[in-house]
């Protein structure tokens, strides 16, 4: 399940196929909406809430070969996401509830 990944800093599109994206997280929220750093949740407990780092301030994407590729300064880029992106999560969301969606169709 992969899809294209597109983001610019100031006039230039780079695009990449990508199986996942995100952003670097520095702290959590528990079930009772404390804020614990990454960390230090070795408990398992349920992440509700994630807080975007600001000192790492990159956008992790990891690529199908399995490599890991880093945009850095992330905060001065914009990005786009195609069709392609919402038919993985729309997927991906219909294995997670045990859905076949090639027998839907």
Known sequence: MEYIFTWRRW??????KV???GVMRNSVRDSAGRKIKVDE???KSPIF???YDTYQD?????LLSGEVREIKNWSQCEAKLG????SVQEEARSMLAGLNTAANK
């Open 58 to 62: 990159k956008m992790v994407l990891k």
């Open 19 to 21: 199986v996942w994206h």
């Open 49 to 51: 809430d994630t807080e």
């Open 83 to 86: 069709p392609d992106y919402f």
């Open 11 to 16: 006039f230039f599109w780079h695009k990449i």
């Open 41 to 43: 949740t070795k408990d």
